[in-house]
């Protein structure tokens, strides 16, 4: 696997070239990022405890519960899925 490297160049001029009402998402996105990194940081947790159990346990079931904006859950969530699958356009790191 080929690993490319990508310069604080070429992400500035990207940046410039993005409008600036895609900036609060450039934002968000770095935030994702640094919060995923801060998570794999604390130990993850063993395939054992990857059970049903486990999930009904965690935070993550209700999560939408009291969300009075979302509506349908799992409406909500296929139109995440596809915000999510068509936002990114693939940028020519080679500049």
């Known amino acids: 696997m080929q690993t490319i490297v990508v310069t ?15 900036w609060s998402e450039v934002l968000d996105f770095i935030g ?14 063993h395939s054992q405890d990857l ?15 009291n969300r009075d ?5 799992p409406d909500f969530a296929r139109s995440l899925r596809r915000k999510a699958e068509h936002r990114w356009e693939p940028v020519d790191v080679a500049r």
Do not use: C
């Open 69 to 73: 904006d979302i509506g349908d859950s």
């Open 51 to 65: 059970t049903a159990q486990a999930l009904l346990k965690s935070a993550l079931v209700g999560l939408w519960a």
């Open 32 to 45: 994702y990022l640094k919060h995923r990194k801060a998570a794999t940081k604390k130990t993850q947790p």
């Open 8 to 22: 604080e160049r070429q992400i500035i001029h990207e940046l410039q070239n993005l409008e600036p009402e895609k």
